[in-house]
């Protein structure tokens, strides 16, 4: 039955660009360390192969900051690999000054293996396995990140583990079957089953989404966010669809603001579980102070193209977004030609 349910899965659920956005090769003159040459080669980033549990062999890339007190653990959405994402890995690891992992599921990118349900979980262990044991991440430190079909393996992972820092939620699942059709009971089919699984989930967790959203609906986004044990303040984003809103100045200042509160909370507790996170006391943060905090210390790399806080700035005198460079101008054209992806 099992293997029914993944052949089930696979046929609605993944969508590898196809051929793979880039390829990762070893630099034998700097003792084999790889890289990917077709984004900016940084000495801040590692690039690295690791081993699933279910036998397959996944590409990963960390990106380190100099004075980062937090590590997020990237689940991209669908149709999307490495080579895609990885400026935007680069940029947020700058703007909320923390250390990033993103990682291809089975089938994605370079990784090998074909896509599945239970591979992407498997998948999304080793990632944290290896973030534990080669950087010495520790649970407290680590926030999960999930973007649309990531949602299924964060929400997993979110669920068994108890002492987490943050999780963001970005344009959910609430299941994939539900994606396609309105169901209120849970099949043995579908795939996923977040909505089963964000109630054991307990930490603080933002959800933002858009509320113009044309491949998962809104809803979804709303109802993960009531289930919640530790709701953080959500981010309904006015006219958002399902690969624009990076674009959105709301967005980085939300994400920015979510990082700083959770951090000064786990601080003030001294790692203690938190039973609730005040809403006043997160509307209390003053945007010129958060925006302080995450200012760029000038012996950063700068990033290869114009800055996020940058393109939000020019938003802002045209009070609409404006084309990005992030990872979904390739997306788009992808989803556009595949039809329902997410």
Same mark, same amino acid.
């Given at each position: 039955?099992?293997?029914?349910?993944?052949?089930?899965?696979?046929k609605?659920?993944?969508?590898?660009?196809?051929?793979?956005?880039?390829?990762?090769?070893?630099?034998e003159?700097?003792?084999?360390?790889?890289?990917?040459?077709?984004?900016?080669r940084?000495?801040?980033?590692?690039? *690295?192969?690791?081993?699933?549990?279910?036998?397959?062999?996944i590409?990963? /890339?960390?990106?380190?900051?100099?004075?980062?007190?937090?590590?997020?653990?990237?689940?991209?959405?669908?149709?999307?690999? *490495?080579?895609? @994402?990885?400026?935007?890995?680069?940029?947020?690891?700058?703007?909320?000054?923390?250390?990033? @992992?993103?990682?291809?599921?089975?089938?994605?990118?370079?990784?090998?293996?074909?896509?599945?349900?239970?591979?992407?979980?498997a998948d999304?262990?080793?990632?944290?396995?290896?973030?534990?044991?080669?950087?010495?991440?520790?649970?407290? #430190? !680590?926030?999960?990140?999930?973007?649309?079909?990531?949602?299924?393996?964060?929400?997993? !992972?979110?669920? =068994?583990?108890?002492n987490?820092?943050?999780? /963001?939620?970005?344009?959910?699942?609430?299941?994939?079957?539900? /994606?396609?059709?309105?169901?209120? =009971?849970?099949y043995?089919?579908?795939?996923?089953?977040?909505?089963?699984?964000?109630?054991?989930?307990?930490?603080?967790?933002?959800?933002?989404?858009?509320?113009?959203?044309?491949?998962?609906?809104?809803?979804?986004?709303?109802?993960?966010?009531?289930?919640?044990?530790?709701?953080?303040?959500?981010?309904?984003?006015s006219?958002?669809?399902?690969?624009?809103?990076? !674009?959105?100045p709301?967005?980085?200042?939300?994400?920015?603001?979510?990082?700083?509160t959770?951090?000064?909370?786990?601080?003030?507790?001294?790692?203690s579980?938190?039973?609730?996170?005040?809403?006043?006391? #997160?509307?209390?943060?003053?945007?010129?102070?958060?925006?302080?905090?995450?200012?760029?210390?000038?012996? !950063?790399?700068?990033?290869?193209?114009?800055?996020?806080?940058?393109?939000?700035?020019?938003?802002?005198?045209?009070?609409?977004?404006?084309?990005?460079?992030?990872?979904?101008?390739?997306v788009?054209?992808?989803?556009?030609?595949?039809?329902?992806?997410w």
């Amino acid at each position: 039955m099992g293997g029914v349910t993944s052949s089930i899965a696979a046929k609605f659920a993944f969508f590898p660009p196809t051929p793979a956005s880039y390829v990762v090769v070893a630099d034998e003159s700097c003792g084999g360390r790889l890289y990917i040459p077709e984004v900016p080669r940084r000495d801040d980033v590692d690039v *690295l192969k690791l081993r699933t549990r279910r036998g397959n062999e996944i590409v990963a /890339v960390h990106v380190k900051h100099p004075k980062a007190t937090a590590t997020l653990l990237y689940s991209h959405g669908n149709a999307a690999d *490495l080579g895609q @994402m990885f400026e935007l890995f680069v940029e947020l690891s700058l703007r909320l000054r923390i250390n990033l @992992m993103g990682y291809d599921y089975s089938g994605y990118g370079q990784s090998t293996g074909k896509p599945s349900e239970c591979n992407t979980y498997a998948d999304i262990d080793a990632v944290y396995k290896c973030l534990k044991e080669q950087y010495g991440v520790k649970d407290e #430190q !680590l926030i999960l990140y999930g973007q649309s079909v990531g949602s299924g393996p964060t929400i997993d !992972l979110a669920s =068994r583990v108890s002492n987490l820092r943050g999780v /963001v939620l970005h344009s959910p699942i609430l299941s994939g079957l539900r /994606v396609l059709y309105p169901v209120k =009971r849970t099949y043995w089919f579908d795939i996923y089953k977040n909505i089963d699984k964000i109630g054991m989930v307990r930490c603080p967790v933002l959800v933002i989404h858009g509320t113009a959203d044309e491949v998962v609906d809104c809803s979804h986004g709303k109802q993960l966010w009531e289930l919640c044990q530790e709701k953080y303040e959500p981010l309904w984003l006015s006219g958002g669809g399902h690969c624009n809103l990076e !674009l959105y100045p709301e967005f980085i200042k939300h994400l920015k603001k979510f990082v700083l509160t959770i951090g000064k909370s786990k601080a003030a507790t001294n790692g203690s579980k938190k039973t609730a996170v005040d809403s006043d006391s #997160q509307s209390k943060t003053s945007e010129s102070g958060t925006s302080d905090a995450f200012e760029l210390s000038t012996d !950063l790399p700068e990033a290869s193209r114009n800055s996020l806080d940058s393109r939000l700035e020019k938003s802002k005198k045209t009070n609409k977004p404006e084309k990005s460079r992030m990872s979904t101008d390739h997306v788009d054209r992808f989803r556009r030609r595949k039809g329902l992806v997410w």
